[in-house]
């Protein structure tokens, strides 16, 4: 099964990293609230970031790897994802 590692901006411009085997509906889960406590108190949400994964091992590995990164490695990877898919 495809999973995900994705990368959510909030309203108050700070980073959210998770991991999903559905982004759409985890980015529609975030947004009623019902995602996570941090997205909860911050929306809206948007999507900056997708990363795919063959499996739930993988993705979570990547989630754990961008959580530990400086605000600035995380925005570096969000404009190259931008870049790339515009």
């Given at each position: 099964?495809?999973?995900?590692?994705?990368?959510?901006?909030?309203?108050?411009?700070?980073?959210?990293?998770?991991?999903?085997?559905?982004?759409?509906r985890?980015?529609?889960?975030?947004?009623?609230?019902?995602?996570?406590?941090?997205?909860s108190?911050r929306?809206?949400?948007?999507?900056?970031?997708?990363?795919?994964?063959?499996?739930?091992t993988e993705?979570m590995?990547?989630?754990?790897?961008?959580?530990?990164?400086?605000?600035?490695?995380?925005?570096e990877?969000?404009?190259?994802y931008?870049?790339r898919?515009?």
């Amino acid at each position: 099964m495809a999973c995900y590692c994705y990368i959510l901006e909030c309203a108050d411009g700070t980073y959210y990293t998770g991991w999903t085997t559905d982004p759409e509906r985890r980015v529609k889960q975030h947004n009623k609230g019902i995602g996570a406590k941090y997205t909860s108190m911050r929306l809206p949400v948007k999507l900056v970031y997708l990363e795919p994964y063959s499996n739930r091992t993988e993705a979570m590995k990547r989630e754990l790897a961008i959580k530990k990164m400086r605000r600035a490695q995380k925005s570096e990877l969000v404009e190259e994802y931008i870049g790339r898919n515009n």
